[in-house]
């Protein structure tokens, strides 16, 4: 029934004038002026008849969206790559009207009420943002900040917290990495003691994802001095109350239209109203939460991936040597097409692992399996293709030498490579005993 009320939702959003106003703009100049910054993907042809998981639903989604992208972010992205710094409530108020921050979240708090298959739709478009810094930041605000919010917050919290954000009236940032905790959740160190109706927060956050511009952070403390798979929980935290500092924004490798933050905690008065559900459960919610985030990971960078290959193709297909394009030598085209069927083969796994999660199976081994393979295929789809851009690929003017930066990340956020294959070996039962 539900499923049923958010795709009629989704029908009448699309086709009323306040699903997206398609405004004028002037575009600025793009990358790479000689190679097309239109998307071609290899299953640009597909169909909803065609599609294992996707309705005419879904594909109408997409296509909303991309018409978003086409006119409200690519022809901005080289100026925000260049700021360090895209306009997340600008975006995210465009993207929260049109009801692209809510896909599958409840009605009755803004969202379409769909299932998790539109959220993956909704990423692999965002994937044709000529960036990897904003679908990052739009990702953190979709499935990594408020999955747990919206399963087990009280109604008060969700009405605070969950609306404006799905709304885009408000940016959400993840407060879980430290600096002497990524990967190893269990290892985090900050505290909220509770001190009579409230807790108080002590700690710091690092690598945090919208930090500068966040009204508020999904929090992961400490709440307790329990086993340590125990004692944490989520805290909705706004981050205009006293005692929370930003250090500073972070100079990274890539993502570089993304602000990452570092953020300290002194003595940070919040309500007890607002922790997530129950004390202790805060580290099975966040685990519950990657399985989404990682999906959603994958599914994004499958589609940068398609592009990226695209682009190469037609590149190589332009730039010659020894008197004829590169395209033609064996070993450029065969590498290619190696590369495009890699990206098949994961996009056939993210979407068999999306078709299970929405039946309400566990897909931790298959997530963690995708998650592994996006971030290595990524780095061999970068290094390639660069390969083949020759010097131009060494340059900042194209867009693989923005990807090559921005891609590795792929296999270090959202839990490293290395995390991925304890979790499938936990599943496959080859870890040592103890």
Request: charged residues 20%.
């Amino acid at each position: 029934m539900a499923l049923r009320e958010g795709t009629q939702r989704l029908n009448l959003l699309i086709n009323s004038r306040n699903f997206y106003k398609f405004t004028s703009f002037v575009g600025v100049r793009s990358l790479s002026e000689n190679v097309s910054s239109n998307p071609v993907t290899a299953s640009a042809s597909e169909t909803a008849g065609d599609h294992l998981i996707y309705t005419q639903e879904h594909f109408a989604l997409k296509e909303s969206l991309r018409k978003i992208i086409n006119q409200e972010i690519n022809p901005y992205v080289d100026q925000w790559e260049a700021e360090g710094k895209f306009p997340a409530h600008k975006i995210f108020k465009i993207l929260g009207s049109a009801g692209f921050l809510g896909v599958n979240k409840p009605v009755e708090y803004g969202g379409l009420g769909l299932d998790f298959s539109y959220s993956v739709a909704v990423s692999e478009e965002l994937g044709n943002i000529r960036c990897g810094g904003i679908p990052m930041a739009i990702g953190v605000q979709t499935d990594m900040t408020t999955p747990a919010l919206a399963r087990f917050g009280s109604a008060e919290l969700k009405k605070e917290f969950l609306l404006p954000s799905i709304m885009g009236d408000k940016v959400a940032c993840l407060g879980v990495s430290e600096v002497g905790a990524g990967s190893d959740v269990s290892s985090i160190m900050t505290k909220a003691v509770r001190k009579g109706d409230e807790y108080v927060i002590n700690g710091g956050k690092m690598w945090t994802t919208n930090g500068t511009q966040a009204d508020w952070m999904c929090l992961l403390a400490n709440t307790s001095d329990g086993p340590p798979h125990r004692n944490k929980s989520l805290i909705c935290l706004p981050m205009n109350l006293p005692g929370v500092h930003i250090a500073r924004k972070i100079d990274k490798l890539g993502m570089w239209s993304s602000d990452t933050a570092e953020v300290f905690f002194d003595d940070v008065h919040v309500p007890c109203k607002n922790i997530i559900g129950q004390e202790g459960m805060g580290f099975t919610y966040q685990m519950l939460q990657f399985q989404e985030e990682r999906l959603w990971a994958v599914a994004n960078i499958t589609t940068t991936m398609d592009n990226i290959i695209q682009e190469t193709i037609q590149y190589t297909r332009q730039r010659k040597i020894f008197k004829q394009p590169v395209l033609y030598h064996q070993a450029v085209h065969f590498r290619l097409a190696e590369l495009q069927t890699e990206v098949e083969l994961l996009r056939s796994l993210l979407h068999r692992a999306t078709a299970l999660y929405i039946k309400g199976n566990d897909v931790t081994k298959l997530a963690s399996m995708a998650k592994l393979k996006g971030g290595r295929l990524s780095r061999e789809v970068a290094d390639s293709c660069l390969q083949y851009w020759g010097g131009m690929g060494f340059t900042s003017d194209v867009q693989i030498s923005r990807f090559y930066r921005d891609s590795r990340l792929m296999s270090i956020g959202g839990g490293a490579d290395e995390v991925m294959l304890g979790i499938i070996c936990k599943y496959m039962d080859t870890l040592p005993r103890k």
